[in-house]
């Protein structure tokens, strides 16, 4: 099993530009989110998504917006990139279990400059 | 809101020694859970240990251990025997009780521990 996987690992892009963060788990889980991570700050939710078919908003929503395609796919979008969205972006994904555990993806580095 | 605080931003040790990161939180909750992650220098997000606040023993998971004080609200994580691989970002995570499925993680500041061979 690959767990979550994220697509692209790196990126660049110029403010104004749009682009779309892919996130992808095949644990079947029924819960996945988006997180990101500045320098000297834990992660922050971005959004999340408990079920197939349902999103919601997390800490810091403004500027994205994201789309649960199916029980695998969760993916982030930046309609217009500005600089303050400048992060590492963290995909997660969960059962419903006891255990409470999220698992993480390995990241993607976004610039904007 | 619930709040994470990580109040060592870095902390260095030897090899073998023993280290304690600190934690508090701040919550009305009643039933939660606490964790603590690890991130190294790969990025990667590893799950540590986890605890919940109804259980009083606290939680241990070969040489990591918590030191849970609710009333406090403090959740401390120590290492024993640190070894070389336990460099790393730790966060301390805080996730009240789940509700239709959305088990939202509030992560602290971190702590950057360097363990010297």
């Known amino acids: 099993n690959a767990g979550v996987t994220q697509t692209p690992k790196f990126q660049v892009l110029k403010t104004g530009q749009s682009m779309t963060l892919q996130c992808a788990q095949d644990m079947n889980h029924n819960s996945m989110y988006w997180y990101r991570q500045d320098p000297g700050m834990g992660l922050r939710l971005i959004y999340y998504s408990a079920s197939e078919g349902t999103t919601d908003k997390g800490e810091v929503p403004n500027g994205y917006n994201v789309s649960r395609l199916n029980k695998r796919e969760f993916s982030l979008r930046l309609e217009s990139a500005a600089p303050s969205q400048t992060s590492v972006y963290f995909c997660a994904s969960s059962a419903r279990d006891r255990t409470h555990e999220q698992y993480f993806g390995p990241g993607t580095r976004l610039t904007v400059t | 809101a619930q709040t994470v605080t990580q109040s060592q931003p870095e902390m260095s040790v030897q090899e073998a020694e023993t280290v304690t990161l600190s934690c508090t939180y701040d919550?009305?909750?009643?039933?939660?859970?606490l964790f603590w992650y690890k991130q190294p220098p790969s990025r990667q997000m590893i799950l540590v240990i986890r605890?919940?606040?109804?259980?009083?023993q606290n939680a241990t998971e070969n040489r990591f251990s918590v030191n849970f004080q609710k009333a406090a609200k403090s959740f401390s994580l120590k290492i024993s025997d640190s070894q070389l691989g336990d460099t790393a970002m730790y966060f301390c995570a805080f996730m009240k009780q789940p509700f239709q499925g959305a088990q939202k993680l509030v992560f602290g500041q971190g702590t950057r521990l360097t363990i010297n061979p």
């Open positions: 605890q919940e606040a109804y259980k009083q």
């Open positions: 919550t009305s909750e009643s039933n939660y859970y």
